[in-house]
């Protein structure tokens, strides 16, 4: 058993690595494509050149992005074959439509489009060109959008049940799919986190024209749009990246007792832990800084709900697991005899709960002869890793207060013409450049270990879900990717910041530019 | 109203019209990047083959995306065996495939040959690995490989990436790599200034003939080479997605039966004659357009006769013939093959008005003097 093991924690890694390498071009593309229609719209209301200096500039930087995140996307795409190859076939009739309706509704529309963006200057009228831009973004959007409905489904399955004649889950809902709630939050959330990290680029680059007093008018400009976007995204991702969606499951609500690490189910309303340190063999947060009603407010958005602790949805965990493992016994008489009527109906009662069976796979596969010690160790093993996400979920939350106060106070002192004199506010500008990425994958830390032991929430344990590969094959694309993905990071920079320092201006025509030598491979 | 058997067969075809597709949109921006060392020598030509298909194969990729995608909706056994069996393989075609988008960005930022020419070989193995691995693939697929389910239908692959070079597989491989040329050859020749496109002409009629060999090598292979397979038990085409109901049996010859029961199939494999020819005779005519629908006919006619020849199978397994997965037993459930039908009906109309007119805004050929006149902000 231990080398399936080591494929999945080998490919859990390869996933989440490739995943959040991905989710570093994602969040720029979303935020950049917006902040591009808004200035060239600007552009072609006012007719000033400047502007459209300034989207042709953002828009260099745009597609250097844009490029690495396409390339990194079709990774992600294909990783759930080839390593999640049982997830694939067990779920693959609900997760595929969404996957491939992006593809046909939006990154059609988002790369058709964005070739003509930056080849169509001179070919299309001003207005149509604006409405490419647009094109552009509102694709980058919808294409989130199918992507979030497909990973909110991972986290709230709803709209879909068990098939014993076809061993997997089949959709019985695709309405309840599209409009989960879990997923349409995490929509907005999202784009809002990219709509943040978008301003935050344009905004310290900006800044540091600024600062070394070159392409001020681009800059100026530019620094105007990236605050007043900045500020409005910056609420929106607080705002509406508040926990109500948590209560929607009982997986959710573990999750968010684990962001707390409260261990106990306390009267409500529950207090906010600001501060501790989580230990997930003692079962307790030491040294923790309490604020009271808080957590209760914030997740219930009442006084008198309770919100529960760990140890409670553990004990619950543990009932489901036992009736889930009555579900499997009647799977495998329906198995052995498919017009047992008595075993179809004790599989339709207590259908929802086989997912929480399959937990005691991890220790053997004959799980109907599982032992109390073992059901309460797998009750146990449905809780993620506390310390990890109380951490993440902070530092989340503190660089999100964080953007609203660093836009909003820089908004207000440029509506009131004096931020350019602030010059220890641009370099804050300047030097929270990184600020957006690390509050964005902090937040997938949050949502993807939070699903931990699930790959589909209640429904398939994760290490059930991989390929049956070897061990040896997923160590060579693991190290593959990290040296291949290493190097394109680092040429991506390296161009990024050539880019920058060439500034606006270097993107415009210059006829007859001189000639290059032939490349010496070329005979 | 459709019934399931129906949506099978309608997703059947639709899988194709997919690959299709990716192959006519996709290919001829895979052909160009495997021409492009030997087309342009001067980084001015090179750069009218990069400009030629550089804004629009960002678009064109997206039908491998959509193919992938609609596998994964319609035929999620298909794309977890596949997908996870062609570990390695499709570990490499991602790796080429990444490599595209970043060599075309970041070629263009920097004008010095060494990086230029370093990038341009990237370009080259980027078009030819995809084409080599999915020709193999389909090679694969058709002489079947090596896997088995469980009776939870957890699949296990028996086979490695060694296994996939086999003789016939590879062949499959050149034949693609072919076809691929000789499309990347007809677009640079509509699409290039001269003499890119007059030497892109040569190497699409050489690639033409030599597709036609190849095919007609693959077809004696698969005749006296190759077992196919054919279902022995009753298998109901509305019956449950489980590859383990039925019973299947290997044959010498089975994999061209189906076009001794139906001879119009034979249509396909003419198609390949018809269109690889024509391509040769409108390209020395310079009819630059037809012999570009022409090749893109080929290609259609190449992949029609290998995935009718082993329909009613999308993936036998050489290891346990009986879990052999096909169109009647792989798919997704009814609602699902409806719902992604319909989603298909309503935007794929809409995706090819959008491209075409894409297309018809970049009319006209890639010239020198665009290239030279507009060296900052193109690739």
Not at chain 1, 302 to 325: A, F, M, Y
Not at chain 2, 16 to 34: E, N, P, S, V, Y
Not at chain 2, 244 to 273: D, H, Q
Request: a neutral charge; charged letters at 15%; proline letters at 4%.
């Amino acid at each position: 058993m231990s080398t399936a093991m080591d494929v999945v924690q080998l490919s859990r890694l390869q996933f989440g690595l490739t995943a959040m390498y991905h989710f570093l071009f994602v969040p720029l593309t979303l935020g950049l494509s917006i902040l591009l229609g808004i200035m060239e719209s600007v552009y072609v209301m006012t007719g000033k050149e400047v502007w459209r200096q300034a989207t042709k500039f953002w828009g260099v930087l745009f597609g250097i992005n844009f490029a690495m995140g396409v390339a990194t996307g079709i990774t992600m795409e294909f990783q759930f074959g080839m390593n999640w190859a049982y997830y694939s076939h067990y779920v693959g009739d609900i997760f595929g439509a969404p996957l491939a309706i992006e593809g046909l509704m939006a990154f059609f529309l988002e790369a058709t489009f964005v070739g003509l963006f930056f080849f169509g200057w001179d070919r299309l009228s001003k207005e149509t060109h604006l409405g490419v831009t647009w094109l552009v973004a509102i694709g980058s959007n919808l294409s989130a959008l199918w992507i979030l409905i497909a990973n909110g489904w991972m986290l709230n399955p709803v709209g879909a049940h068990f098939n014993p004649d076809t061993m997997r889950m089949e959709v019985t809902d695709f309405g309840a799919i599209i409009f989960n709630i879990v997923a349409q939050e995490k929509f907005v959330h999202t784009v809002s986190a990219g709509y943040v990290t978008g301003a935050m680029f344009v905004a310290s680059v900006s800044a540091i024209y600024l600062l070394l007093g070159k392409h001020i008018e681009i800059a100026r400009r530019s620094m105007t749009v990236a605050l007043s976007f900045g500020l409005a995204s910056a609420l929106s991702v607080v705002v509406l990246g508040d926990a109500s969606g948590y209560t929607a499951t009982e997986n959710q609500r573990m999750k968010i007792a684990s962001v707390e690490a409260m261990w106990e189910t306390e009267p409500p309303p529950a207090a906010f832990t600001v501060f501790g340190l989580p230990n997930q063999a003692t079962h307790r947060t030491d040294d923790a800084l309490r604020i009271p009603w808080v957590l209760g407010l914030i997740t219930t958005h009442s006084l008198d709900e309770k919100v529960p602790g760990i140890t409670e949805l553990v004990q619950r965990n543990e009932d489901h697991i036992l009736s889930g493992l009555l579900a499997y016994s009647a799977l495998e008489k329906l198995r052995a005899d498919r017009n047992d009527a008595n075993a179809r109906a004790q599989l339709d009662q207590y259908m929802s709960d086989i997912g929480f069976a399959l937990l005691l796979k991890q220790f053997r596969p004959d799980i109907e002869n599982a032992t109390d010690a073992e059901i309460t160790k797998a009750a146990w093993g449905t809780v993620p890793d506390v310390a990890l996400l109380f951490w993440a979920f902070r530092i989340m939350v503190g660089l999100g207060f964080f953007f609203i106060l660093l836009f909003g106070f820089a908004f207000y002192l440029i509506s009131i013409g004096c931020l350019l004199r602030v010059r220890w506010l641009l370099w804050v500008l300047a030097f929270a450049l990184p600020l957006p990425w690390i509050a964005a994958e902090s937040g997938w830390i949050v949502a993807e270990v939070g699903r931990q032991p699930w790959v589909v929430e209640g429904v398939l344990p994760t290490f059930l879900a991989v390929s049956g590969i070897s061990t040896s094959n997923v160590l060579v694309t693991l190290f593959g990717f990290i040296g291949f993905y290493t190097a394109l990071l680092l040429v991506d920079i390296f161009l990024m910041i050539k880019a920058i320092r060439l500034g606006p201006g270097h993107n415009v025509p210059q006829p007859r530019a001189r000639e290059l030598p032939a490349a010496s491979g070329a005979e | 109203m459709l019934d399931y058997e129906i949506l099978r067969l309608i997703w059947w075809l639709l899988l194709g019209t997919l690959l299709i597709g990716f192959a006519i949109m996709d290919g001829f921006d895979l052909g160009a990047a495997m021409l492009l060392p030997f087309v342009a020598r001067t980084d001015k030509e090179r750069r009218i083959v990069l400009n030629s298909i550089g804004p629009v194969w960002e678009g064109n990729q997206v039908w491998l995306i959509l193919g992938a995608g609609a596998i994964f909706a319609a035929w999620p056994t298909l794309y977890a065996v596949a997908f996870s069996g062609f570990y390695l393989a499709m570990f490499l075609a991602l790796a080429a495939l990444i490599l595209r988008p970043v060599s075309f960005k970041f070629r263009s930022e920097i004008e010095n040959p060494v990086w230029r020419t370093f990038w341009d070989f990237a370009l080259f193995i980027s078009g030819t690995v995809p084409a080599l691995i999915f020709g193999v693939a389909v090679g694969n697929a058709l002489r079947g490989v090596p896997f088995r389910f469980d009776d939870a239908l957890h699949m296990t692959y028996e086979g490695d990436l060694l296994g996939l070079l086999n003789p016939f597989a590879l062949l499959c491989g050149l034949v693609s790599c072919a076809m691929i040329v000789m499309h990347g050859g007809t677009y640079l020749a509509l699409k290039a200034d001269q003499p890119v496109a007059g030497r892109a002409a040569n190497w699409a009629r050489g690639a033409a003939l030599i597709l036609l060999a190849l095919f007609i090598a693959g077809g004696l292979y698969a005749k006296f080479g190759v077992e196919g397979y054919r279902i022995t038990s009753d298998l109901p085409h509305d019956g449950p997605s489980n590859p383990l109901l039925k019973t299947v049996a290997r044959g010498e010859g089975a994999l061209l039966s189906n076009f001794v029961a139906y001879p119009w199939m034979l249509i396909a494999p003419a198609l390949v004659f018809i269109g690889a020819l024509s391509a040769r005779v409108f390209l020395a005519a310079r009819r630059g357009w037809l012999a570009f629908t022409a090749s893109a006919a080929a290609l259609l006619g190449v992949i029609a006769t290998a995935g009718l020849s082993a329909f009613p199978f999308l993936l036998p397994s050489s290891l346990d013939p009986n879990a052999s997965l096909t169109v009647w037993d792989s798919s997704s459930s009814r609602s699902t093959l409806l719902f992604m039908l319909i989603a298909v009906v309503v935007f794929l109309p809409i995706v090819l008005a959008y491209t075409a007119f894409v297309y018809r805004v970049l009319r006209g050929r890639v010239t020198m003097a665009y290239v030279e006149d507009n060296s900052a902000t193109l690739y």
